[in-house]
């Protein structure tokens, strides 16, 4: 434990914080022990962001370890004393199996830990402090690195933290002992205890010792407590007490649900904004696949709660509603009734597949509103689609929403004149390109061979190829192709160019001298493009089944990877790990679309029916 005087005993440029040198952590530390409480807390915040920013440490922490310990007991106000010790847990935070890794030795929070082994003797007299507070920060202290202390010294300090559970007057303390004890090696829960406080400390340790499927009391008490809007609930583990007891029971899915059940009838924090049962129903349907059901039904039931603010109800719903089979009528219901306040409530109708949707569409319906139609509805509502899209085409400029409308257009199959008029004037033209390619000779227009031949000279290589492509399928003249693609071929462009081959299929074959040298690019994705480039020409993906295995991972490129490999005469046995765990795993392993432009779960439902098909090969 070191006193202010002795800052300048430390040469603090040889050490770095979070913003470089450390030369102004003295500066920081003695404002600690100012009597303003206005600079104080200016002080702790700087000093946090520079010792501890985000949870990083660094070689600056360890040094001022010594100094935290002296303010903690020395500073003229609770408030310096107390964010000195608050600093002094938070540096030190650790998981236990951290310590077997080989790089922990020489970790900057191993360092600070060993500095705080040294300043706790000195620490302990807090844990009498008047103050509630500063007995809790000091037990947490202790906590940080008990798993670190030899055993006589846990002994010793379980006896002095035993004897503060049992007596202190606080039962915020009295949890916060118990956690202390179980770092110490005391396994203890009173799950029966008549603290709220001490009820929830001990169900989530027991929780976390038994791992899930929890114990029924533990899940108990999460439901009849955790939603209450007590005092504040200390936990075994810094940060937000919310998110360590929600990344807790995501462990466990159906202890998830049932407590979310419990704090959605008992209000869902209405009125605050907490919403703690509808937000852990969100995040189990988030991580566990094959729960829409029973999370929109618990949406359902949270809805009437947030009449004034129902909005993250409403996009649950309409992101996960089209996996029922039968959506409950409630759901429903409640989607139609909030239609003049969310649009996400016509999304939800849309993907619900209700019938006479159509008739709710305003005059003006979003680009992505009527691509989830086109991909949901039944084939007797594509002309009235096709009409809607075409009206809103015609009268779009905005270049993004052109090109939704536009690939809607082609999902569906017509619009040729509002096509035409993208081309001609440069607007979603490469997505029109492609869709005029479908336009078969006998229907298309006499202007539109002329108005690709001339975007096969345009200035974007995106347009070039598209228009090139469109107009081999349009006349069957592979010309342009030809002098195109070698350009956008070479030295291992992106692999958007590779991709715009696929309409070609084998009529590609003059290019595949040039595919080859692509399947042994540095970059994987280019590899992969280039596979499924070959796949489309030759018939074969051209990569070794050994690189094809490379690139299975749970991530968006795996649905690409996952047909080449269904081209392989044979499945190779090294794949069948990798392709179990895609089937059967109960968690989700795929994200969705980061900009929701399409239902939820749909990336990884996909892989694992695509991963089933192999297997069943």
Not at 403 to 412: E, H, I, P, Q
Not at 417 to 429: H, K, N, Q
Request: charged share 25%.
């Amino acid at each position: 434990m070191r006193p202010p005087a002795e800052l300048d005993r430390v040469d603090w440029s040889a050490l770095e914080h979070a913003y470089g040198s450390a030369e102004d952590l003295p500066e920081l530390l003695a404002g600690l022990y100012g009597q303003d409480p206005a600079a104080v807390e200016e002080a702790q915040y700087e000093l946090v962001g520079a010792v501890c920013h985000q949870g990083s440490v660094y070689s600056a922490s360890a040094a001022a370890v010594p100094f935290l310990a002296h303010a903690a007991l020395h500073a003229p106000l609770a408030a310096g004393r107390n964010d000195a010790l608050a600093l002094l847990f938070l540096m030190a935070e650790h998981e236990s199996e951290e310590l077997a890794a080989p790089r922990w030795a020489g970790s900057a929070t191993a360092a600070v830990c060993r500095a705080l082994e040294r300043v706790l003797p000195w620490l302990l007299p807090c844990l009498a402090d008047p103050e509630e507070e500063t007995r809790q920060l000091a037990l947490r202290v202790v906590a940080a690195v008990a798993d670190l202390l030899p055993q006589a010294q846990r002994d010793e300090l379980a006896e002095l933290v035993g004897g503060l559970h049992q007596a202190d007057a606080s039962p915020s303390v009295r949890a916060d002992a118990l956690v202390a004890l179980d770092r110490l090696g005391c396994e203890l829960a009173f799950l029966d205890s008549p603290s709220a406080e001490v009820r929830q400390v001990s169900a989530v340790l027991v929780a976390e010792r038994h791992g899930p499927p929890y114990p029924a009391q533990a899940v108990a008490v999460f439901a009849a407590d955790g939603a209450s809007d007590g005092p504040g609930i200390p936990w075994p583990v810094t940060g937000s007490p919310d998110t360590h007891l929600h990344e807790l029971l995501l462990d466990d899915p159906d202890a998830a649900l049932a407590v979310a059940g419990r704090w959605i009838a008992d209000g869902d924090g209405a009125g605050t904004d907490r919403h703690q049962g509808s937000w852990l129903a969100e995040a189990v349907v988030e991580v566990w696949r094959d729960r829409e059901a029973a999370v929109l039904d618990l949406v359902s039931a949270a809805l009437p709660h947030h009449h004034e603010d129902p909005g993250h109800l409403l996009r649950t719903a309409a992101h996960w509603i089209e996996h029922l089979r039968t959506p409950p009528a409630a759901l429903l219901d409640a989607l139609r009734a909030h239609l003049d306040r969310d649009p996400a409530a016509l999304l939800g109708l849309v993907r619900a597949r209700v019938p006479g949707v159509l008739d709710l569409l305003p005059g003006r319906p979003e680009a992505a509103l009527l691509a989830e139609a086109a991909r949901l509805l039944p084939a007797r509502e594509r002309p009235r689609l096709r009409a809607l899209t075409s009206r809103r085409l015609a009268a779009d400029s905005d270049e993004y929403e052109s090109r939704r409308l536009v690939g809607t257009l082609d999902l569906l199959g017509g619009g040729t004149p509002e096509l035409l008029a993208c081309l001609r004037e440069g607007r979603a033209a490469v997505q029109a390109a492609r869709a005029l390619g479908r336009t078969t000779a006998a229907t298309a227009p006499a202007e539109l061979a002329v108005l690709l031949r001339e975007s096969t000279r345009a200035e974007d290589g995106a347009l070039r190829a598209a228009a090139a492509v469109a107009l081999h399928r349009l006349t069957g003249d592979l010309t342009e192709v030809l002098r195109v693609f070698p350009d956008l071929l070479a030295d291992d462009q992106p692999p958007w160019a590779l991709d715009e081959l696929a309409p070609l299929g084998a009529a590609a074959a003059p290019l595949l001298p040039l595919v080859v040298p692509l399947l042994g690019s540095r970059r994987p994705y280019v590899r992969l493009a280039a596979a499924r480039a070959h796949h489309r020409i030759a018939g074969d993906p051209g990569l070794p089944a050994a690189d094809l295995i490379a690139q299975l991972a749970p991530d968006r490129n795996v649905l690409d990877a996952l047909p080449l490999l269904a081209a392989l005469p044979r499945l190779p046995e090294e794949a069948r790990p990798f392709l179990r765990g895609l089937a059967f795993s109960p968690h989700r392993l795929l994200t969705d679309d980061p900009l929701g432009h399409s239902g939820g779960g749909l990336p990884d439902y996909r892989a694992r029916a695509l991963a089933l098909a192999l297997l069943r090969t």
